[in-house]
């Protein structure tokens, strides 16, 4: 790992990693369906998939052949997968973690 996408990864959040995992599941899913998903403003999604985008996490495609032209596709780029795989291992190491504090406190 390279101390960039290390850096990048720090700067990601779980919203972010929930949605690279929503598009690796969907990549037709519009913005305000995923705000609708996770319950959060329409804003963020948008702001959070820009984000994406300029790191080189996700890319956006039009439908060639849709009527509605506006409608994108959503893919995960190679370094989008990599960095999915890297902040997963991640938040479920820190939901251990946390799952191990919580246990213990409750001995």
Do not use: H, W
């Amino acid at each position: 790992m390279t101390k960039t996408s290390t850096s990048l990864d720090n700067s990601l959040s779980e919203t972010d990693l929930k949605l690279m995992l929503e598009i690796e599941k969907n990549s037709s899913i519009n913005q305000r369906a995923l705000a609708n998903t996770f319950n959060i403003s329409l804003g963020k999604i948008n702001y959070c998939i820009k984000a994406l985008i300029d790191v080189g996490f996700i890319k956006v495609d039009n439908f060639s052949n849709a009527q509605n032209k506006l409608q994108y596709l959503y893919l995960l780029t190679p370094q989008g997968i990599a960095a999915k795989t890297r902040l997963t291992k991640k938040f479920l190491k820190i939901k251990q973690q946390e799952y191990n504090k919580l246990k213990g406190l409750l001995k």
